[in-house]
């Protein structure tokens, strides 16, 4: 795996810049004020209404800075923290780590997806057992998550989801919204790719995201994604994969990028034995290799005519006519 691999969520993911908390009032701040200022204010017996005017300036001057200390160290202690990861363990086994703000039980159907989509991906890809375990952090709304990003990777684009890999660590940054699970099985995806092979390409790490993110049946079929491809096709959009190979950068993947390498994908897992094989035999390779070379110069040696076989599985998928090896 290379030094620091990021992969994000797609575009149509985007989340709101992080914006500034307003912390909740400071009860210590009523009690410094109270206590520097009461005894020469109104208690009779007090020396301090016998003070010199000058000095009695100075003492307000004092007791106004004292305060401002006091008030700005309260805060300090009791606003939370933007940067903090969570901590509480929410599920724990020797391939994934999850860490949440959100009180989830063991069995949670969440967590319980997560798990079974190990093994779903392994068994797909046949990969071997990975290397390293993926932590997720799940945080329990957006704003403390996009502060976070926000501080940690200042120049990553908003988006609902992140997954960060290094030779430390492979985790998975996200928050609790409507889209949970998808953003979930997206990001694991990268976890658990990143954790068995020595490094993936962008193109292929993103369109094999998008294709397990599908948790409904037939597997990997994203309906929006079929009737988008289909929709393109007739407005004369011709496919690119050498143009995807050569992305290097999460920042240079657009919406249509997501989409067509999650065609890609579909079409390699389901065309045909000889397409599967092309995709399985590449994995095998990066197990061990991580600059194997395109992938789309031995799918062209072994399929001919590829793209006018890819625009016709595109077709067959958005007007329902999937083969059965969807069913794999």
């Excluded at 599967?276 to 399929?303: A, D, F, H």
């Amino acid at each position: 795996m290379s030094c620091v691999v990021v992969a994000a969520s797609s575009p149509r993911r985007e989340v709101a810049p992080p914006t500034n908390v307003i912390p909740a009032p400071c009860s210590c701040l009523s009690d410094a004020i109270s206590t520097m200022t009461g005894p020469h204010r109104n208690d009779p017996d007090s020396n301090h209404s016998q003070r010199p005017n000058a000095l009695r300036a100075a003492w307000s001057r004092w007791s106004a800075l004292a305060v401002l200390v006091g008030a700005i160290g309260c805060q300090a202690l009791q606003r939370p923290d933007p940067i903090a990861l969570p901590t509480r363990r929410a599920m724990e086994n020797e391939h994934l780590l999850v860490r949440s703000d959100v009180k989830l039980p063991k069995n949670h159907k969440l967590l319980r997806d997560l798990d079974g989509l190990r093994d779903e991906i392994a068994e797909t890809l046949q990969l071997p057992i990975q290397k390293q375990p993926v932590t997720v952090y799940l945080f329990s709304d957006e704003v403390r998550y996009a502060q976070y990003l926000h501080v940690r990777y200042p120049k990553l684009p908003p988006r609902r989801a992140y997954f960060v890999g290094t030779a430390k660590e492979l985790a998975v940054y996200t928050f609790w919204g409507e889209k949970i699970q998808e953003d979930l099985r997206h990001e694991y995806t990268h976890g658990v790719l990143h954790a068995s092979l020595q490094d993936v390409p962008l193109w292929l790490d993103e369109g094999l995201a998008e294709y397990f993110e599908v948790a409904s049946r037939p597997a990997g079929l994203n309906r929006d994604y079929a009737s988008r491809v289909a929709s393109d096709f007739a407005k004369g959009w011709h496919p690119n994969l050498e143009r995807l190979e050569s992305l290097e950068a999460v920042g240079d993947m657009q919406k249509a990028d997501y989409l067509e390498s999650w065609a890609w994908v579909h079409f390699l897992l389901h065309h045909s034995d000889d397409s599967r094989e092309v995709l399985l035999s590449y994995l095998r390779e990066l197990q061990t290799n991580g600059k194997p070379g395109y992938l789309s110069t031995r799918l062209r040696t072994t399929i001919p005519h590829t793209d006018e076989r890819f625009a016709a599985h595109a077709a067959s998928l958005s007007s329902g006519l999937v083969t059965v090896s969807d069913e794999r």
